[in-house]
Nanobody, 124 residues
Framework: QVQLVESGGGSVQAGGSLRLSCAVF????????MAWFRQGPGKEREGVAA???????SYADFVKGRFTISRDNAKNTLYLQMNGLKPEDTATYYC??????????????????WGKGTLVTISS
């Protein structure tokens, strides 16, 4: 079982920034397609951003130009830099590992492993 541990969530005002991290305890990290998902209050979980093993990235339309996904294979860590945060970005953010290519903010072959999430709260 692959363990994923998110950190970096918190409360900020609209317009602010946060950087989420996801530590992945697996030596195959570099081979995974990695993604960030979120689930807001009363909403379904949705893909936010993905980066595949080749470094290709994709984003959901609602975060394009504001969020940046990156990975450090030497540290087995995934990041999400979030700028220009809006109240509607309030959600629990989850890190996930899967296979395939990044597409539309997720990995086209599906996600196999999930973290427990970190809460992001944006106040107006």
């Amino acid at each position: 079982q692959v363990q994923l541990v998110e950190s970096g969530g918190g409360s900020v005002q609209a317009g602010g920034s946060l950087r989420l991290s996801c530590a992945v305890f697996d030596n195959s990290f570099g081979s995974y397609c990695m993604a960030w998902f979120r689930q807001g209050p009363g909403k379904e979980r949705e893909g936010v951003a993905a980066i595949d093993s080749d470094g290709s990235t994709s984003y959901a339309d609602f975060v394009k130009g504001r969020f940046t996904i990156s990975r450090d294979n030497a540290k087995n860590t995934l990041y999400l830099q979030m700028n220009g945060l809006k109240p509607e970005d309030t959600a629990t953010y989850y890190c996930a590992a899967g296979y395939g290519m990044s597409k539309g903010g997720s990995c086209h072959a599906g996600m196999d492993y999930w973290g427990k999430g970190t809460l992001v709260t944006i106040s107006s």
